[in-house]
Every structure is written in structure tokens, then in C-alpha cells.
């Protein structure tokens, strides 16, 4: 592998760097992610119940006890929405307050999901540039040697064609697997978006539901 590296000339310098920061991107974002494995199913069906049950303080709690994304964002809802009805507030002003709420917050978890996933597109755009960059770099010292040895042979011309072929391929190595990654970490980000809108839904419309319920007045009779 060094000998590879050592024939490829000068632009195998930032290829072997935007190896390194591909593999610890892709390491670092596979154990944060780790948590969107999580089935929420389980955590969502427990605080539709609380909150079917008119427990607020309670699926505050749960949210707070659940190491999930998406109880992050649910549990700044749910704070709006205990801050409102405190207050005495109309049912379409919580409703909007719990919404805004939950809207202000989701981007900062989401943000915090695709931390660092830029840069795997970011060196699957510029690896194979360094390696067109060795191609042309190579081919030059193939025809300075040519120049310099007055004529054309086979061994004069093997080093240069040699480092711009390795730096191509090394370009190319390096680029697939970063474009796969980031085409799956992305993946990942955007199921758990399109499941946080789903859930946000059902807990808008549980809490406006409660409010509802909880501001009518018993009739006398």
C-alpha cells in the first residue's frame, strides 16, 4: 500500500487526507445515528395514552426519560402547551403555540443528525478532481522524461503513466464509498423527518384534543 502511495506522486497527499476524514465521518455519524434504529412505536402508542388520559406532566416526564430525537422535539411541544393552558389561552392560540414550538426546535435536532454528513459529498466531489489532477501531473512527467531522454521507450514513460493511473483509481476508490454513505446517512435523516411530521401530527392533535375537552364546562341540570 505505501508503495502505491509513494508512486502516485504529490496528489496522493490529499487523497490519503480525504480518506481519513471519510472514514472517521462515517464512523463518527454510524454510532451517533445509532439511535434512529429505534423502534418509537412503542414510546409513541405509551404518550398518546398519557396524554389521552389528560396526563400531561406525565408524558412530559416520558418524553424526558426517552432517549430518542423525536422526544426531544415532542417535549418542547408539550412544554408550550402547559405553558399556555396555565395562562388561560384559547384553544387555536395553543394549538398554533404547540406547533410553532415544535417547528422552532425541529431543525436544531435534525441540524444535530446531519452533523459532519457534508463533508462525505464534499470529498466525493473533490477525491476524483485530485485524482484528475495526478492524471494530468503524471502524463506531464511522462513527456518531460520523453523530452529529456530524446526519445520514447517503455520504462521512460512507466512512472508517469503509473502515478496517473494510481491517482485516478485512488480518486475514484475514495469517492464511491463516500457517495454511499452519504446517500444512506441522508436516507436515514429524511425517515426520521417524514416520522417526526407523522407523530407531531398525532400529538397536536391529542393535546388540542385535551384542551378542548378539559375548557368544556359541565353542564348543570
Partial sequence: ???YIVKGGICMVPLMLCSIAMVAVILERRRSLEVLRADPAPFRDQLMALLRQGDTDG??????QTPLPIAEILVVGLRRY???KSLGRPDDQVEQGVVKAMEDHAPYVVNNLEKYIVVLVTVGNIAPLFGFLGTVTGMIRSFNDIASAGGMRPEIVATGISEALL???AGLFIAIPAFIAYNHFTTRVKDFVLNMEV?????????????RTGSQTPQSA
Avoid at 408524558?59 to 424526558?64: T, V, W, Y
Avoid at 407523530?199 to 384542551?211: F, G, H
Fill in 199 to 211: 407523530t407531531s401530527a398525532e400529538l397536536v392533535e391529542a393535546v388540542v384534543e385535551q384542551s
Fill in 1 to 3: 500500500m505505501w508503495e
Fill in 82 to 84: 402547559r405553558q399556555l
Fill in 59 to 64: 408524558a412530559i416526564r416520558l418524553c424526558e
Fill in 167 to 169: 491517482t485516478t483509481a
